[in-house]
């Protein structure tokens, strides 16, 4: 019985194996590692940025620029 199940395990991780699609490597042509990471930095104050007055609109009922009575 145990060699039936090690026999049945090896060729159902076999056919995992066959059918794995084949993988595809990423390049990142923005990445961070030639810049001094300000314009990193910037771009992860706006998202929060964004992301509060997202959070102030839907809170209140009121845009931005009426919360902030400008």
């Known amino acids: 019985m145990m060699a039936l ?15 794995r699609a084949p993988s595809v490597p990423i390049r990142c042509e923005q990445g961070a590692k030639g810049s001094n ?3 990193v930095w910037l771009g992860r104050f706006a998202m929060v940025g964004f ?7 839907v809170a209140t009922g ?4 009426e919360v902030l009575s400008l």
């Open 51 to 57: 992301a509060t007055a997202i959070t102030i609109e």
């Open 62 to 65: 009121k845009g931005l620029l």
């Open 37 to 39: 990471g300000l314009d």
């Open 5 to 19: 199940s090690a026999v049945f395990w090896a060729a159902s991780r076999k056919r995992k194996l066959e059918n």
